[in-house]
């Protein structure tokens, strides 16, 4: 959640924020809803740590997709999700519209990719099973076109049939 829940990056103690966007060691986690992080903050993140260290999430909680309204403590109002205090508490967001919106700033593709699918998968572990196309591994896929627009799916490599 970098930047997010975090003291503010002050020039003469960089604290928590300054470490993780210093430290090649540490994989920062982005949320590239443009209401987490403005625009200008992501391409920051993006320019300091580089794909390979970012793993890109999405805070979207059970209010995901869901329109304006109330649910149980939390308000969502023009696809922001608050608390009742006010504050940001999850997002209305995927992964998907994460992945678009890096891809409106010009981040290529196959950047987008490790940031979304190999970095979370190497940082659970996992990276041998998931995360990328290899033998052996998991191939639950959903194929987009230049803009991330989903054409198709599949699962365990064999394409969903739209019902």
């Known amino acids: 959640h970098t930047f997010n829940g975090m003291r503010p ?10 470490a993780a966007l210093t430290d090649e060691r540490i994989c920062c986690e982005m ?3 443009f209401i987490h992080l403005d625009p200008a903050i992501v ?3 993006y320019k300091t740590k580089g794909a390979e260290n970012i793993t890109l999430i999405s805070d979207t909680g ?5 329109p304006d309204g109330e649910y149980n403590g939390r308000v969502v109002k023009d696809g922001i999700c608050r608390n009742k205090e006010g504050t940001i508490a999850g997002s ?8 678009q919106n890096l891809r409106k700033l010009g981040i290529p593709l196959a950047e987008i990719s490790v940031m979304a699918s190999l970095n979370p998968a190497r940082v659970l572990g996992v990276a041998d099973t998931m995360g990328s196309i290899q033998p052996g591994a998991c191939a639950d896929l959903i194929l987009c076109d230049d803009m991330l627009n989903i054409r198709s799916v599949l699962i365990d490599g064999e394409p969903v049939k739209e019902a």
Not at 9 to 18: A, K, V
Not at 92 to 99: D, S
């Open 9 to 18: 990056l002050y020039h003469r103690e960089s604290g928590i924020l300054g």
């Open 31 to 33: 949320i590239a809803d």
């Open 43 to 45: 391409k920051l993140i």
């Open 62 to 66: 059970f209010v995901g997709g869901l």
């Open 92 to 99: 209305c967001f995927t992964m998907l519209r994460g992945a």
